[in-house]
């Protein structure tokens, strides 16, 4: 009887979309990278809008209706820019990095350097989220909803790394299952 | 005897049965994988959410740390002066200045009150941009009118361009026979939870122009509703302010009013420049009167690249 789930569950794995994870020995579900360029999409947008809005201080010349949430305040900044670099530009840089790594065929890369790398850049992400989020609360007094935005997706790309990580880990259990019945 | 089944059937059937146990097992394994992914991630998250959590419960116990607040109060005669008199050979030097935006045409209903066009503003005394703005405001208003009663402040200490020196339209008062004018300020600059202490609430029909025509199609929906809002007679509108407050950044009162006289002044281009866009869009409001006003030749050359924008 097919499985109800098969479709959901249909792992990406070397040779192609629908072959078993055994036959891949690493594999992640259909989903992941789908969930994974979904946020970065939206990451870039954010990103790019952010980055815009900083450059073009023209079109920001206007107070919002409250207080704390204050992007201009975050965004003109001196804390919006780390050596020179303003942070949204480094948004727009980790979401426009993160978009190959995230790509089908980069989860079917077993190479070492591949899915730690991204695990490494994912973690330095949301390191910078916390960061900002210290600056944010502490130092401006103010926060940015589109800033805000930015790291929720930040987060939820983590997650999508970490659990694509752990799904696309060698094989060791199938190895060891083909000991025991042999 | 042995714990070990008997293999039983044909070498086929033991293949079968063989590669039935091992589906079953890789079936389980990856079953195993998801779980532990899913948990993985699941804690990963939790201690970024944790971490993000104990910062926002310390910033909320400890409150805000705010500076003190600039205290508001009557502007002083030197200020009144310097505002309210800028020369009309001043302004028609000045031209449009360094002003980075006219004033927008809308289509709405003529807004007047008392049988004369009116000028309405909305805004706050903590927004620096209101700051900004007030200033051509009161230069432009000085031109079909008289001030009384005009009063002085400052944004707020802990926002953008802290502390921008300007007047305030709550407790101001303004007489004229061409026009009339409503300044609501919302807010004080004094901080209170997230926001202001309220200070003027607009009308409900005010409210609804802010609503209506501080919005798209005549900017970004980013924008909608931002201050300061300016309302012209329902012919144009100004949202934001038409120059940066940096201009003003460091300046008293008393030294921004001093400088609108000298046309070489960066402060005064700005000023005076956004006072002439908004005395053009008030005369066609007032069927060009005064005449002397607004029959100079800069302000007619400002209505037309205002009304040049429909």
Known sequence: MPNADADTDRPVAPGGLGQSPSQAGSAVPAWLPLTGLTIVAAGLAVATYLTVAHYDTASLLACPGTRVVNCEKVTTSPESEILGIPVALLGLVFFAVMAPLTLPVAWRLAHPVVRYGRLLFALTGVGMVVHLVYTELFTLDAICLWCTAVHVLTIALFAVVVAGTVLAEPDDQAAADDHELG | ?310
């Not at chain 2, 195993?32 to 116990?61: D, E, N, T």
Request: proline fraction near 7%; hydrophobic fraction near 40%.
């Open chain 2, 1 to 310: 005897m042995s714990s070990k089944a008997r293999p039983t059937g044909t070498a086929a059937q033991r293949q079968a049965r063989v590669a039935a146990m091992r589906a079953a097992q890789t079936r389980k394994a990856r079953k195993a994988r998801q779980r532990r992914a899913w948990w993985i991630s699941g804690v990963a998250v939790a201690l970024v959410v944790v971490v993000i959590g104990v910062l926002v419960a310390v910033k909320v116990s400890s409150g805000r740390d705010t500076p003190a607040a600039v205290a508001s109060g009557p502007a002083s005669a030197a200020v009144v002066q310097g505002v309210t008199g800028v020369p009309a050979a001043t302004l028609a030097k000045i031209g449009a200045g360094s002003a980075q935006k006219l004033p927008t045409p809308i289509s709405a209903p003529a807004l007047t009150a008392d049988g004369k066009p009116r000028v309405l503003y909305i805004g706050a005394e903590y927004c620096p941009y209101c700051a900004a703005e007030r200033w051509p405001m009161v230069v432009a208003l000085s031109r079909f009118g008289t001030w009384s009663q005009l009063q002085a402040t400052s944004s707020s200490a802990s926002d953008v361009f802290p502390r921008t020196p300007t007047l305030s339209f709550h407790g101001s008062a303004y007489a004229s026979d061409l026009v009339s004018f409503t300044g609501v300020e919302e807010t004080t600059n004094i901080a209170s939870g997230n926001g202001y202490t309220p200070l003027d609430t607009p009308s409900a029909a005010d409210s609804a122009l802010l609503a209506r025509y501080d919005a798209p199609p005549y900017l970004d929906a980013s924008s909608a509703g931002a201050i300061p809002f300016v309302d012209l007679g329902g012919k144009y509108m100004i949202s934001g302010a038409s120059y940066s407050p940096q201009v003003l950044a460091g300046r008293t009162r008393e030294q921004v009013a001093a400088t609108l006289t000298d046309p070489n002044s960066p402060i005064a281009t700005a000023i005076d420049g956004t006072a002439n866009a908004i005395t053009a869009a008030i005369c066609e409001l007032t069927n060009q009167k005064p005449t002397t006003v607004c029959n100079e030749r800069t302000i007619t050359q400002l209505q037309s690249g205002i009304n040049a924008q429909r």
